[in-house]
């Protein structure tokens, strides 16, 4: 039975780090004006109660995982580190210029690539260059990314030192087959290294990133890992599907056939075994992807409500106004979303005109932000109702319609104004929100751009 129903939903779909998703942003009535309003609107509404949130992208690799997604720029070429801060800088500036007010800061997350290529000296220099002119909220979070390969004491020192106290570290698997055909060459012994040091230094929350549905996986290697992965007890792990999409990004997915890829239906149970082994292990599911010990912050948001996704996944807490800085960064001011220009020689060119280097983007309607807060919900808490006047839209009964299949299959209830994912539901919240996804069901793409929700 449960196979069947993950052929019959294996489909394609968006994961919802935004709605609307990207590919149904309206680009031609953006424009670089509107974006600039939408971010004063929501500083003067949100700075002084909640502050703003950074993401700032560090793209750099000195070499290529073929299961990468992520916008990056291969090099070995270290002396690329400082100019790249600089026209962050630059960047931060053009936003400090339209602001109306100081900004209170409260999160950061150092996103790439590897953040871990740049040197620690010079990720000090990049943040105390952005507390000249801005402060921390009394509650900051501040995170990073980082390589279990080239990640030093060095680096946990001094980011702790400045106030970070989250390190993910991108895992994926530990079989030494599925590592070649990935490129990610990592052995047990530095994830175990950068772990502990970072915990005797006082990082409050660890994360693991690990992967299913990679080339060559078998079951024995999702055990494995996730054996090797309970022996250090990261307070977080996210177990992601692996998407392939090498139609979106190029040949960096196509250093492996397709035939070499699990099945639908392997890489459903080897996230099903996987976790299994994760609840076994004490950690509790969190949203879609994600596990946490009851011990995190991010087990606690989920409890009392006030776990939070947007580009940089499932957060803890939220704000209302993220600034993406660096090339491809995607900011959100809750009213609209805007991405930077994708290359540095791009996003170089833009910064020397004196112009926030956006290049798409997308002002929500009225009803994108209704739908908005419904998918969130159901992302977020397994639920949603529109009881409320605010949540309300025209539409509601023809989603219940075509949900009523998954309700006969068991995965949700369907109640008067609400609706909720059952246990059996959550591996499908993605083809949940689907059915809330309108411009998804008014304009269903002729082409694949999305990967599969299985």
């Known amino acids: ?7 019959k939903y294996n489909v394609p779909g968006p994961r919802y780090t935004s709605y609307p ?54 090099t070995k070429r270290h002396e690329m580190e400082v ?3 600089e026209n962050i800088l630059k960047e931060w500036q053009l936003y400090l210029n339209i602001f109306p007010g100081k900004p209170l800061v409260k999160e950061i997350h150092l996103g790439g690539g590897t953040p871990t290529f740049f040197s620690a000296e010079h990720l000090q220099y990049l943040i105390e260059k952005i507390f000249e002119k801005a402060t921390r909220t009394s509650d900051f979070q501040f995170s990073f990314e980082g390589h279990p390969n080239n990640t030093t004491y060095q680096h946990l020192e001094t980011l702790y030192r400045l106030g970070f ?16 055909a990935i490129h990610r060459i ?62 979106i990004k190029g040949t960096g997915q196509r250093g492996f056939d397709e035939n070499d890829l699990p099945t639908a239906d392997q890489k459903r149970h080897l996230y099903e075994i996987g976790k299994e082994q994760l609840l076994d292990n004490g950690y509790i599911e969190i949203g879609m992807d994600h596990f946490a010990l009851p011990s995190d912050q991010m087990y606690e ?9 947007n580009f940089m996944g499932y957060t803890a807490s939220k704000t209302q106004l993220m600034i993406g800085l660096g090339i491809s960064a995607i900011s959100d001011s809750w009213y609209g979303f805007s991405q930077n220009v994708k290359t540095i020689k791009e996003y170089e060119q833009v910064l020397t005109q004196d112009r926030i280097p956006v290049y798409r983007g997308h002002i929500l309607s009225e ?31 023809e989603v219940k319609d075509r949900l ?51």
């Open 1 to 7: 039975m449960i196979r069947s129903l993950f052929q």
């Open 21 to 74: 998703t990207v590919p149904y942003w309206e680009n031609s009535s953006f424009s670089y004006e509107k974006w600039v309003a939408s971010v004063q609107t929501s500083f003067s509404q949100s700075n002084a109660s909640q502050g703003i949130s950074l993401y700032i992208h560090l793209p750099f690799c000195e070499s290529l995982c073929t299961f990468c997604g992520c916008h990056k720029h291969i």
């Open 83 to 85: 100019p790249y801060i």
């Open 165 to 180: 106290t989250r390190v993910s570290y991108g895992v994926q698997d530990y079989s030494p087959i599925v590592q070649r």
């Open 186 to 247: 990592q052995p047990f012994e530095n994830v175990e290294r950068v772990t502990l040091q970072a915990r005797a230094l006082g990082y409050t929350s660890i994360s693991h990133d690990l992967i299913f549905g990679l080339p060559f996986q078998e079951e024995t290697d999702v055990r494995h890992t996730i054996e090797c992965t309970n022996r250090l007890r990261p307070d977080r792990i996210s177990f992601y599907s692996y998407a392939h999409v090498p139609w």
């Open 301 to 309: 948001s989920f409890v009392n409500g006030t776990l939070h996704r």
């Open 367 to 397: 009803e994108d932000l209704i739908l908005r807060r419904h998918i969130l919900n159901l992302m977020c808490q397994f639920y949603t109702s529109w009881e409320d006047k605010s949540l309300q839209f025209p539409e509601a009964e």
């Open 404 to 454: 009523l299949e998954m309700e006969k299959d068991g995965l949700i209830h369907i109640l008067d104004n609400a609706i909720e994912i059952t246990d059996a539901g959550k591996p499908f919240v993605r083809n949940i929100c689907m059915a809330f996804d309108l411009r998804l069901q008014r304009n269903v793409p002729t082409t694949r751009i999305f990967s599969m929700t299985i």
